[in-house]
C-alpha cells in the first residue's frame, strides 16, 4: 500500500482582502522605520495605534541642523528606510544609518558626522562659531562633542586623564574634560550598534558568523499511529464518509447550535425508547419458525409484502447515497447509519471534518453529524445504556462501542487513501512487547517477511537466526503478525521461539543487544503496514503538527498587513503574524522580528522544514520573518501593499532559519518515569501536586472535549492537564524527574492538581493518585 504523503484533502481557497487602511493620522511621536518592503526592522518596531496608511504617509524623525524639531521624512529617504539602509531610533528620535550609526537628514538622507548646535551647552555663547562648522574632516572620530574643544576651562585636573579610559557611558556632561581623550571617541557610537551583540553587525556575513548554526539530524518518518482524546459526533441521518473532501462543496453547518441541540434531545429520546434490534441471524431463524408454523399462502404474501416493502426502502437510502458520490465526485468508502457513532480526529477548512467509525477512516460534513453539547445528549443516553448492559452481564463498563452502530466500510482500508491522512487515532496504539526469536529451524538460511500471510506473498523485510521481533497480531495462528525495526508483517509462526524462557532471555541480556530486520521494501510501499495500528513503538505526531500550523496560517492568506499589529483577522506585521500563529499550538515567542531570531535552534535555510521560522537581514541587521510552507515557499505578513502572502523565500537576504517545534518526540514519549531532566534544567519549585493519571479512553474523557485545550495529539510522556490559572498552556515542567509540557484541561483539574497522560486505561488506573514536586524548565 503507498504510504499517502500528499494530501488527500484540498485545501478550498483563501480569505479575500480584508480591512480597509485608514489615512489621515497624524504621528505625534517619533514611529517605527518601515524595512525591506514595508516588512519591519527589529528592534524599531512601534505598538502605537496609527494606521498603517498613516505611518507610510506622515512619518517623522528629528532633524539634523541642531533644533530637534520633528521633520516629515521625505519619500526618498523612506525607500532607504525600507531597503534596511536606514532606521529610526527610538531613544533619541534620529534616523540614524544601519551600518555606520551615522545621524541622517529625514529629507535629504544625507549622513552627518556632527550635529551643529549641542543643545546641552547653550550658555557657551563664546562658541557657536563651531558648530557652524559640521563638514570639518579633521575630526570625524568624535562627532558626539565637536562643541567641547572650546571649554577647556578644566584643564586645573590634568592628573585626572587616565580616568577617563575606563567610563563605558561618556554621556556624562558633569565630566567635559573626557571630551578631551580623543583615543577614546568610538565609544558613544556602542549604544547605537554595540559590537558584541549578537542581532547586528557590518555586514550580513558578519552577523551570521556571530550566530551558533546547528546542523539538525534527519527527522526520519515513522509511519506509526498515535493516540488522541476522544471527540465524539453522531450522526443526524444515515451518511457517507468520503474518501477526500469535494472541491468547491462547503460543509458548514447551516443550523445554529440551538437547534442542533433541540433535535439531538428529540433523537436522545427515540434512543431510549427504541429496542434492541434483532440481528439477521436472529431474523433468518424467526422467519424459518414462522414459515414452519403458518404454510398458508396469505401468511407467505404477507412475508414476502414486507421483505419487499424493506428492501425498496433500503434501495431508496442507497440510492440517495450513491447520487450523493456522483454529485460530489468523491469516492465513499464507508456508510454511517442515523445516531451511529464516529470520533472527529481533525477539523478541516470549509466545514469538513475527518472523522474515525470502526474501521472507517474519511471525510464528513459538519452539518451532518451532531458535535458539542448536542452530541454529549446522544452520548448520555448510549452511556447509560452500556452501563446497564456492562452490569446486567457482570462486565466491567468500557464504552458505548458495541451499544452504539458505527460505519461499514465500502472500500477495503488498504486501498482507502484518506486512511493515513492523519495517523491520529483514537484506539490504543503501543502493543504490549511480546518477544519472539527466530529459531535454528532456519539454520544459515533467511526467513522472509511477508505483504500477505501465505508464501507466494512480496517479501518486505528479511530475518537471520537469533534475529528479535515483536508480535502484534494473530499469535495462534500458522501466519503470525511481527514487527522487527522498521519492517511489519507475516511470517510462519514454526520458525519463532515465543517461550517464556526464550523472553526472560531477551528481558536479560536487553533487546537492544538483538539485530533486527532488514528492510527489503520502503514502509510507504508495503501493503502490511498496518493490518493494525499498533507498535511496540509510540508514533511521533510532529509530522502532522507541521501541516496543521501551515492550514492553519494559510486561511488569513489575503488579510491586511497592519504595522505594529497582533491580529490574524484585522492585520499583523510580519512577526505580530508568526507569534499569533505559533500561540494557537503553545509556543510563545518575542515580539518582533530580532528578538524572534534568537528563539529556538538556528538551523542553515536549506534545512528548514515546513512550519520553521526564516529570518532575512540587510547590511547586518534583522528586518523580517517568514514562516516556511516547503519547496521554497513562504507564508508571510509582507507589507502594506500585499498584506499577508504566499511567496518565495528571498535567498538573497536570508540569513538562517529557527526550529521552534520540537520534533524529539522520542525522547518524551520514552514513558512517564524516564529520566530526562538534567540538574541544569530545574527552575522554580511551583509547589507539591496532586497527581492522578489518565488515556483517551470514554471513561476518562467522557466528555467530547476534544483533542487537547491546545488542539494539538496527547503523548505519553509529554501531555499533562493542568489548571491554566496556576500552569499556563505550552509551559515545561519538571515531575519525578521527567519533562511534561501543559496542553489540556480538565473540569476538575484546578488548583496544584496535574492529571498525566498515559496510553491505556489499565495503567491509568493502576497508576492511583500520587503527590509530586512540580518544577519549571529553565
Known amino acids: 500500500m503507498r504510504l499517502r504523503n500528499n494530501k488527500v484533502a484540498k485545501r478550498l481557497g483563501t480569505k ?21 518592503g514595508g516588512a519591519e526592522t527589529a528592534g524599531t518596531q512601534s505598538t502605537a495605534s496609527q494606521t498603517p496608511a ?73 562658541a557657536p562659531a563651531e558648530p557652524e562648522q559640521p563638514a570639518e574632516p579633521a575630526e570625524p572620530a568624535t562627532p558626539a562633542e565637536p562643541a567641547e574643544p572650546a571649554t577647556p576651562a578644566t584643564p586645573a585636573e590634568p592628573a585626572e586623564p587616565e580616568a577617563p579610559v575606563t567610563p563605558a557611558t561618556p554621556a556624562e556632561p558633569t565630566t567635559p574634560a573626557e571630551a578631551e581623550q580623543p583615543a577614546e571617541p ?24 556571530k550566530q551558533q548554526i546547528v546542523k539538525l539530524p534527519q527527522i526520519v518518518e515513522d509511519f506509526r499511529f498515535w493516540t488522541v482524546a476522544r471527540k465524539y459526533a453522531f450522526a443526524k441521518s444515515e451518511i457517507n464518509i468520503r474518501e477526500a473532501i469535494p472541491e468547491n462543496i462547503d460543509g458548514s ?232 525495526g522498521d519492517v511489519r508483517g507475516f511470517v510462519e509462526k514454526k520458525y519463532l521461539d515465543n517461550s517464556d524462557e526464550t523472553k526472560q532471555q531477551i528481558t536479560t541480556t536487553g533487546e537492544e543487544q538483538y539485530k533486527t530486520a532488514e528492510e527489503t521494501v520502503k514502509p510507504e510501499e508495503n501493503a502490511a503496514l498496518y493490518y493494525t495500528l499498533a507498535s511496540v513503538k509510540e508514533g511521533t505526531p510532529s509530522g502532522e503538527i507541521r501541516e496543521s500550523i501551515l492550514q492553519f496560517a494559510s486561511q488569513f492568506i489575503g488579510n491586511p498587513y497592519v504595522w505594529g499589529g497582533t491580529s490574524l483577522t484585522d492585520g499583523a506585521d510580519c512577526s505580530g ?66 498584506g499577508i502572502i504566499e511567496s518565495k523565500v528571498n535567498t538573497k537576504n536570508a540569513v538562517w532559519a529557527t526550529r521552534i517545534i520540537n520534533d524529539n518526540y522520542t525522547l518524551a514519549g520514552g514513558g512517564i518515569s524516564n529520566v530526562n531532566a538534567t540538574n541544569e534544567m530545574y527552575g522554580q519549585n511551583l509547589g507539591n501536586f496532586q497527581i492522578t493519571y489518565y488515556c483517551a479512553c470514554e471513561i476518562c474523557c467522557n466528555k467530547a472535549d476534544g483533542i487537547t485545550a491546545t488542539g494539538t495529539p496527547v503523548v505519553e510522556g509529554q501531555t499533562i492537564a493542568v489548571d491554566p490559572r496556576v500552569i499556563p498552556y505550552g509551559t515545561k515542567v519538571i515531575i519525578g524527574g521527567h519533562i511534561f509540557t501543559a496542553e489540556d484541561c480538565g473540569g476538575a483539574i484546578q488548583g496544584n492538581h496535574i492529571d498525566i497522560y498515559v496510553n491505556n486505561h489499565a495503567e491509568a488506573t493502576a497508576l492511583g493518585v500520587t503527590n509530586a514536586d512540580v518544577f519549571l524548565v529553565k
Not at 526618498?76 to 544609518?97: C, F, H, N, P, W
Not at 477512516?361 to 443516553?381: H, P
Request: net charge neutral.
Open 16 to 36: 479575500a482582502l480584508a480591512g480597509v487602511l485608514a489615512i489621515g493620522l497624524i504621528i505625534s511621536t517619533p514611529a517605527a522605520a518601515l524595512a525591506d
Open 54 to 126: 498613516a505611518q507610510a504617509e506622515k512619518l517623522q524623525a528629528k532633524s539634523v541642523d541642531g533644533k530637534d524639531t520633528l521633520t516629515d521624512v521625505s519619500d526618498a529617504v523612506k525607500e532607504m528606510i525600507q531597503r534596511g539602509e536606514v532606521k529610526l531610533d527610538e531613544s533619541t528620535g534620529y534616523l540614524i544609518d544601519t551600518t555606520t550609526g551615522q545621524k541622517t537628514n529625514p529629507v535629504t538622507g544625507e549622513r552627518v558626522d556632527q550635529i551643529p548646535a549641542i543643545p546641552a551647552t547653550p550658555v557657551e555663547p563664546a
Open 253 to 484: 453547518n447551516t443550523q445554529d447550535a440551538k437547534t442542533d441541540l433541540e433535535n439531538a434531545k428529540t433523537d436522545a429520546k427515540k434512543l431510549q425508547k427504541k429496542k434492541k434490534k434483532i440481528t439477521k441471524k436472529q431474523t433468518k431463524t424467526i422467519k424459518n419458525k414462522i414459515f414452519k408454523k403458518a404454510k398458508s399462502k396469505a401468511v407467505r404474501d404477507l412475508q414476502k409484502t414486507m421483505e419487499e416493502r424493506k428492501n425498496l426502502k433500503q434501495k431508496g437510502l442507497d440510492a440517495a447515497l450513491a447520487n450523493q458520490q456522483l454529485e460530489e465526485k468523491v469516492r465513499t468508502v464507508g456508510t454511517l447509519s442515523q445516531d451511529g457513532l464516529l470520533y472527529i480526529l481533525k477539523e478541516e477548512e470549509n466545514g469538513w471534518l475527518y472523522v474515525e467509525s470502526g474501521n472507517v477512516r474519511g471525510f464528513v460534513k459538519t452539518s451532518e453529524v451532531y458535535t458539542g453539547d448536542a452530541a454529549q445528549e446522544i452520548l448520555d443516553v448510549y452511556q447509560t445504556k452500556a452501563q446497564k448492559k456492562a452490569e446486567k452481564a457482570g462486565m466491567e463498563y468500557t464504552g458505548i462501542e458495541g451499544t452504539a452502530k458505527t460505519a461499514e466500510a465500502t472500500v477495503d482500508a488498504k486501498e482507502n487513501q484518506a486512511y493515513t491522512y492523519l495517523r491520529a487515532t483514537v484506539n490504543p496504539t503501543v502493543a504490549e512487547k511480546d518477544y519472539a526469536l527466530v529459531n535454528d529451524q532456519i539454520g544459515t538460511g533467511i526467513l522472509n517477511i511477508k505483504e500477505e500471510n501465505n508464501l507466494d506473498a512480496r517479501t518486505v523485510g528479511t530475518l537471520k537466526q537469533g534475529q528479535l521481533c515483536y508480535i502484534l497480531a494473530d499469535k495462534d495462528a500458522d501466519w503470525v503478525y511481527i514487527e522487527s
Open 577 to 642: 503574524f508568526v507569534q499569533q500563529i505559533y500561540k494557537q499550538y503553545g509556543y510563545d515567542l518575542p515580539r518582533v522580528a530580532e528578538d524572534q531570531s534568537q528563539c529556538g535552534t538556528k538551523i542553515p535555510v536549506e534545512d528548514a522544514q515546513p512550519g520553521d521560522l526564516i529570518f532575512y537581514a540587510k547590511a547586518g541587521h534583522v528586518y523580517h520573518v517568514v514562516m516556511y510552507a516547503g519547496d521554497g515557499k513562504t507564508i508571510e505578513a509582507a507589507s502594506t501593499k500585499l
Open 186 to 209: 568610538a565609544a558613544p557610537a556602542e549604544p547605537e550598534q554595540p559590537a558584541d551583540t549578537v542581532t547586528s553587525a557590518k555586514s550580513n556575513q558578519a552577523l551570521v558568523a
